[in-house]
């Protein structure tokens, strides 16, 4: 039996940012007259977030403060907010550190760029993620937030209009190419923007080519995630045997031993919310029954 733990596993850059800046001040904070939130949870990861609720670290979004915001810091997550919640701090004077990651400030701005010039917003992603929310509230125009190419075909794109494109950071690299190909072949007035992050395509890359070769692959992460939930799906259509599990506790639903006279490699991979201690545990787990 052989293990491949894909290497683009756990924490991406943003995601480890954001926390080690919430950790920081909180730590910072002892001994001050400072609380310390996040803005909305930091990451979809309930260990994680249980873990900063001891540290004293609490979401923002959950608490009313009866407008006293004295004593307050907040960190700005990682997948960002829309201009409204800066504006909001702004005229509350709420403290904040901004810890979003600086490929979905890039989407941001250029998003404020080209809507403020005349483009209309095609957003390849869920409508539903507090990214793509967040890009959203940067748009000065009409914006239409699509995540397949049914969404696409009905839409009403018109050719005298210009239209810019981006995609959420973890979307899917191949349904973005044949999105991007279905406007384009359709000659629309197009300014594509490549905006999946790198962390992104290099983790869906690996976990494509590890579960190539697998007999079984483990994807770890929130089922909340929206980039644990694509490296699901690209694993599963390559192995049958996918399974998708938050933590090590959740590896005894499944049946080893069935599996093991099935399963010679078992690749495991993991989403960007998913803490290393918990990979780790995973990892053994898995030895421990071969
Ligand atoms: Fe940033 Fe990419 Fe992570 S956009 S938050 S490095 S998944």
Request: one cysteine or more.
């Amino acid at each position: 039996m052989e293990i491949n733990l894909a290497k683009n596993s756990g924490f991406c850059f943003g995601v480890k940012r954001a926390i080690d800046i919430a950790i920081s001040e909180a730590e910072d904070s002892k001994n001050k007259n400072k609380k310390i939130f996040t803005y909305g949870p930091i990451i979809h990861n309930d260990t994680v977030i249980e873990d900063l609720k001891a540290k004293g670290i609490n979401d923002f979004t959950k608490f009313n403060f009866h407008n006293n915001y004295n004593d307050v810091l907040v960190i700005i997550r990682s997948h960002g907010v829309g201009a409204d919640v800066y504006q909001d701090f702004k005229d509350k004077n709420i403290n904040y550190i901004d810890a979003t990651c600086p490929f979905v400030t890039k989407i941001h701005n250029l998003v404020f760029e080209y809507s403020s010039n005349g483009y209309e917003i095609i957003v390849f992603g869920d409508k539903n993620h507090q990214e793509v929310i967040g890009i959203a509230g940067w748009c000065k125009s009409k914006i239409y937030i699509i995540s397949n190419i049914d969404e696409a075909k009905k839409l009403e794109i018109k050719k005298d209009r210009k239209y810019a494109i981006f995609s959420q950071t973890t979307f899917d690299v191949d349904a973005y190419k044949i999105l991007v190909e279905f406007f384009t072949k359709n000659s629309y007035n197009l300014t594509v923007f490549d905006t999946i992050c790198p962390s992104t395509k290099s983790r869906q890359e690996e976990v494509n080519n590890i579960s190539k070769m697998s007999n079984l692959m483990l994807i770890i992460g929130s089922k909340n995630s929206s980039n644990t939930k694509k490296l699901y799906n690209i694993a599963k259509s390559n192995c049958d045997k996918t399974y998708l599990i938050e933590n090590v506790s959740e590896l005894e639903k499944i049946n080893f031993s069935d599996v093991d006279s099935i399963a010679k490699k078992i690749g495991i991979g993991a989403g960007a919310s998913a803490p290393e201690k918990i990979i780790q545990e995973v990892v053994e787990y898995v030895r421990s029954k071969f």
